[in-house]
């Protein structure tokens, strides 16, 4: 079977297995914020409509130096892209026939794009339902790398690796001249992020990628941005088409920087129906990840595999995000996005008469 590769588009899902999609269903497989788009965007939105006769600005200059002030980091160590997904594909060309090392689990774009540029890929896999990382378990991975692959926080997973962990692997990644590609893309779902943006000055081999339709609720018009040493910014900036990025995109961004309210409101609601689902799926014996944001890994322990269930949650309307595209699940997970209150009661009702038709163990 050929399983659809990302989330969201359930109906590509429904159709793999064979299935007629509901009329009302819930996709709990975007992990996008559920707060929706923030007011800001929604109130300029008429404005930008007046600006989409002008080509963008080929290098999206106001919404760098934005950026560069909030971060306090050099304007030339940052590349403005269409989302986190073409960053990941410029970064892929410019180890084209290397050797890369991926974290796994992870998003399915580094092993894609690695996979299309002759990239020799070696496979470092965590384990779950800890799925814990530390140096010295990678570190036979790393002899020969030239590039390392890394999510923080995890996706699938949620789970946040310690920083001191992620500094020793930029340390000895360097001693190694391996490249690190940080993906932050859910990094502002966390309140008190630790940001890794100013070790770029002391580590060249450093590449940090972060996504902003995530947080903002924006895939539809596509904003990243990665940070790294100027002489890779300007390698990579070679590879990226002209007007890569959309005026919209670009004006939108620059709100969505302003907006740390809508950041915190976030954070705080997060934090709360996480806490939530969480206790109902311990009380009702499900296994989940360790996750500190938006989505999280689910298993039904007394499965074998999840396929039943999975099923059993596309026929009553909830579509999570199948596993069986990340190296090392399998299939032996589900991962959901938290989302309105209402939406996961939904979850949550399911859930129970699942475990009603399928009591726990003895």
Partial sequence: MIWPSHGSNPRYLYEALGLTLPEKYIDYSANINPLGTPASIKEKW????????????????????????????PLESILIGNGGAELISLVARIFAGKKVVIIEPAFSEYEKNCRINQCEII???????????NLADLQSSL????????CNPNNPTGIQFPSSTILSIIEECDKQNCSVILDEAFYDFLAGYESFFPYI?????????????????????????????????????????????NTIALLAGELCLEDEAFIKKTQDYIFQERR???????????????????????????????????????????????????????????????KSSEENNRLLEVLAEWRMYHPLSS
Wanted: glycine share 6%; hydrophobic share 45%.
């Fill in 201 to 245: 000055k002391k580590y060249s081999n450093l590449i940090i990628i972060r996504s902003m339709t995530k947080m903002f609720a924006i895939p539809g018009i596509r904003l990243g941005y990665l940070v790294a040493a100027p002489a890779v910014i300007q390698n990579l900036s070679e590879l990226q088409p002209h007007w890569s990025t």
């Fill in 46 to 73: 008429m404005d930008f409509l007046a600006e989409i006769y002008v080509y963008p600005d080929p290098n999206a200059t106001c919404l760098k130096e934005k950026i560069a002030k909030k971060e306090q980091i």
């Fill in 143 to 150: 002899t020969g790398a030239d590039a390392l692959f890394i």
């Fill in 276 to 338: 939530r689902l969480f206790d109902f799926f311990q009380n009702h014996q499900f296994v989940v990840t360790a996750s500190d944001v938006n989505f999280y890994l689910l298993q039904d322990p007394y499965l074998k595999d999840q396929f039943d269930l999975f099923q059993f949650l596309l026929h009553n309307g909830v579509v999570p995000r199948h596993t069986f595209n990340f190296p090392g699940l399998e299939g032996r997970w589900l991962r959901f996005a938290i």
């Fill in 123 to 133: 496979y470092h896999q965590l384990h779950g339902p800890g799925f814990e990382l």
